[in-house]
């Protein structure tokens, strides 16, 4: 996290996300992943080694793609309920 935003000067040094953003992309991708791999083993029945073929960078690619938008979203809600030290509106 940036101490400041480079656009407005922003001070956003007291905001953190903390491990929120983690704990959403596993559940998220945990319901996703799960789901998916039921289907297929339901539908197709593949060797345990096509599982992880499939679900294996799905997991990783996805779990980089959402930690950057789940840690912006959870600060943005963070700064809009005044949490941790963001200043109120004038």
């Known amino acids: 996290m940036r101490p400041a ?22 559940l998220f991708l945990g319901l996703i992943v799960v789901g998916l791999a039921a289907l297929v083993e339901i539908n197709f029945s593949p060797p345990i080694w096509v599982h ?5 960078p799905l997991i990783l690619i996805g779990a980089v793609a959402m930690l950057r938008p789940l840690k912006a979203g959870l600060i943005a809600l963070q700064y809009r309920h005044r949490r941790l030290g963001a200043s109120p509106p004038h």
Request: hydrophobic fraction near 55%; charged fraction near 10%.
């Open 52 to 56: 992880l073929l499939l679900w294996a």
């Open 5 to 26: 935003c480079t656009v407005c000067g922003l001070d956003l040094s007291a905001q953190d996300a903390g491990d929120g953003p983690a704990v959403f992309a596993i």
